[in-house]
């Protein structure tokens, strides 16, 4: 039996990220004449006419209105903006996650951010926090401090907050994943480290799947497939898939099966294991000769609808209005259950613009690290209706 978890609140998030806005693609309008595109960053490019600055897909299509005053191209899914003087950052979608309220936002690991107003300086969050009132805070430390500042100190990265009678505060940097998770914060397992992208030879950046495989490689949930290759289009194993829901489970309880080298008669037998002992999957669920072979899209979702940071997730999209929009399942059955689980969590928005699941399909390695992204990151979860 799986163990009792405290429940964690997740973020809610704004609007879908760029797979749907890539759905939507047919509404969007071409980049205007006479604007200029740069180069591509995780299926997104910058593109400027007149001094206004949005973001255009692969198609050169305008997804987020030339608007700015200036941009940065995409990392890791946000992208700060500069809206009439004020900074703030972005989803793929154009949804804020800081609103643009700050003199100064500079960015430092774990989705944290150092913010100037005026001549106070704290540090902010695109993942809201528990308050400690029942409510949701963006803001880590308030601010009231006189200066905020990354310093090196004896080879360690540290954050220095000077106060305004001169005392000053320091946290080492490698320590903000545990504060996050002291505070309750949504992801404080799977945090993101700044600059930590792959570069993999067939991984283009105009393509929708660059945002997820570089959250997902980020975060330590996949990595290539040897020569500096991903392989996206490639399919995943059923004994890959469990690999991945164990070290998931692993990494969200912190617990040691990620932390220890697996042994057994195959590579795969821990993970296959440990799945068990954790009621990610059941006893002949899955025989011997089923570890090599593809997984399906509706086995995957039996499996990482049982992977702890699913069931404690927050629901966002309605759970009736999921059953009555999904063509291709019908309500009533436990295995389609668990893709139901995963749409309304926002983790899945099927393969078209009709939330399509083609449940005997099987699912590409670009799909994968997609689902384990949006697993990993509450700010990337998808939410259809508003």
């Known amino acids: 039996m799986k163990r009792d978890r405290t429940k964690r609140t997740c973020i809610r998030a704004l609007a879908a990220a760029l797979a749907l806005s890539l759905t939507l693609a047919g509404a969007a309008l071409a980049a205007p004449e006479g604007a200029t595109v740069w180069g591509y960053s995780e299926g997104l490019a910058q593109c400027e006419l007149d001094g206004k600055w949005g973001y255009v897909n692969g198609q050169r299509e305008v997804v987020i209105p030339l608007q700015y005053d200036s941009i940065v191209s995409f990392q890791l899914g946000v992208a700060a903006v500069n809206l009439g003087g004020k900074l703030g950052v972005i ?8 609103p643009p309220a700050y003199d100064t936002l500079l960015p430092i690991n774990c989705g944290l951010y150092i913010a100037q107003q005026g001549v106070n300086w704290g540090v902010v969050s695109i993942v809201p926090l528990p308050d400690g009132a029942g409510g949701e805070t963006r803001v880590l430390y308030s601010l009231e401090y006189a200066g905020v500042a990354l310093e090196e100190r004896g080879g360690t990265q540290v954050l220095s907050l000077t106060r305004q009678d001169g005392t000053v505060t320091r946290v080492p940097v490698f320590e903000l994943p545990a504060i996050l998770a002291e505070r309750g914060a949504p992801s404080a397992q799977f945090p993101l480290t700044r600059g930590r992208l792959p570069n993999f030879t067939d991984v283009s950046q105009r393509e929708w799947y ?16 040897g020569g500096g290759r991903f392989n996206p289009s490639g399919t995943i194993t059923v004994a890959e898939a469990l690999q991945l829901a ?13 932390k220890t080298a697996q ?10 294991n440990y799945c068990l002992a954790s009621g990610i999957i059941q006893s002949r669920q899955f025989t011997a000769a089923d570890y090599t072979r593809p997984i399906t899209r509706l086995e995957m979702a039996q499996v990482f609808a049982a992977v702890s940071p699913v069931e404690d997730m927050e629901v966002l999209n309605d ?8 063509p291709d399942l019908t309500p009533g059955g436990t295995e389609t259950e668990a893709a139901y689980t995963l749409y309304e969590r926002g983790v899945l928005s099927g393969v078209d613009g009709s939330f399509t699941f083609r449940p005997q399909g099987t699912m590409t390695r670009a799909e994968a690290a997609a689902l384990a992204a949006r697993i990993a990151r509450a700010e990337q979860r998808l939410e259809f209706w508003s």
Request: charged share 20%; hydrophobic share 40%; proline share 4%.
């Open 91 to 98: 989803r793929q979608d154009g949804a804020y996650l800081i």
């Open 210 to 225: 660059a945002l997820w495989v570089d959250v997902a490689y980020n975060v330590g949930l996949v990595s290539g497939v």
């Open 246 to 258: 164990a070290t998931i489970e692993s990494r969200y309880l912190d617990d040691s099966f990620h």
């Open 263 to 272: 042994t057994g008669p195959n590579w795969y037998t821990g993970a296959v």
């Open 319 to 326: 759970p009736e209005r999921v059953r009555a929009s999904v």
